[in-house]
């Protein structure tokens, strides 16, 4: 005899209806970076940008937490999610560099800014752009942590559009990239350092426009250790990768 599965109940669709409103409230943040970015307000951008990455690094969690996609079948979360983080991530940054002087100043500040937009299209539409172990496939689109370097540490306009370059053909580049919050490989170390690195990201815009150079530098630290840990695991993938590929070959193989 089947039993008929328990429906959600009022309480359980108003917490998931709370963090799809969570994520979603990013859309406004999204407009008033664009609106303060056209009024020259960085240092309001930036920390816009820092309300967003902690809705970003907590929507997710909630949703797993009180299974949302179970409650709200019928609302998808994830699209949702990809189109707060594209225009928070990608479109809202571009138009920050460009609008404020930080873009060369003509049709190239123009080409410097559409490219990283037109990268992260692809990347945003490809379907394994999160993989099944938990990684971002390809350079993830961290064009506001990008602005955000370039603004602190006052990079030339020439530095700024060769960095969005040479950025921009890394997300067709398979490396794969620590998702903090997913990746199961020191889960635990990368979340603690990615908290840290917020905090630390918060410290210094508050100090700008003079903030300390050794904490941009230690915010720095982090950087190099998300590129390492990064490289480091797509190489152990790759490898284990090839030994179970050519441990099943030798098992077909005929005798």
């Not at 407009?31 to 970003?56: K, N, S, T």
């Not at 300390?212 to 993938?237: F, K, M, N, P």
Request: charged share 10%.
């Amino acid at each position: 005899m089947h039993t008929q599965p328990d429906l959600p109940t009022h309480a359980q669709r108003l917490a998931a209806t709370l963090v799809h409103t969570w994520t979603a409230f990013g859309t406004v943040l999204a407009l008033l970076m664009v609106h303060y970015a056209y009024q020259a307000e960085v240092e309001i951008v930036l920390w816009l940008f820092l309300a967003a990455m902690v809705i970003d690094g907590t929507d997710g969690m909630l949703a797993r937490w009180l299974r949302v996609k179970e409650v709200l079948p019928g609302f998808d979360g994830a699209l949702l999610d990809n189109i707060v983080d594209f225009i928070t991530y990608v479109f809202a940054p571009m138009v920050l560099l460009w609008s404020c002087g930080y873009l060369p100043d003509g049709w190239l500040g123009g080409l410097s800014a559409a490219v990283p937009l037109m990268a992260s299209c692809y990347q945003f539409c490809r379907t394994d752009a999160k993989t099944d172990d938990h990684f971002f496939l390809g350079f993830p689109s961290y064009w506001n942590i990008v602005a955000f370097y370039v603004v602190v540490l006052e990079l030339s306009t020439t530095t700024t559009a060769v960095l969005l370059g040479v950025l921009a053909v890394l997300v067709f580049v398979p490396i794969k990239y620590v998702y903090p919050s997913r990746t199961p490989f020191l889960w635990a170390v990368n979340m603690t350092l990615a908290t840290l690195w917020l905090g630390l990201y918060g410290v210094v815009v508050a100090a700008l426009p003079d903030p300390s150079a050794w904490l941009i530098g230690l915010s720095l630290v982090y950087v190099a250790y998300y590129v390492v840990a990064s490289l480091w695991l797509t190489a152990r993938t790759a490898r284990r990768t090839h030994v179970e590929r050519s441990a099943e070959a030798r098992e077909v193989a005929p005798v």
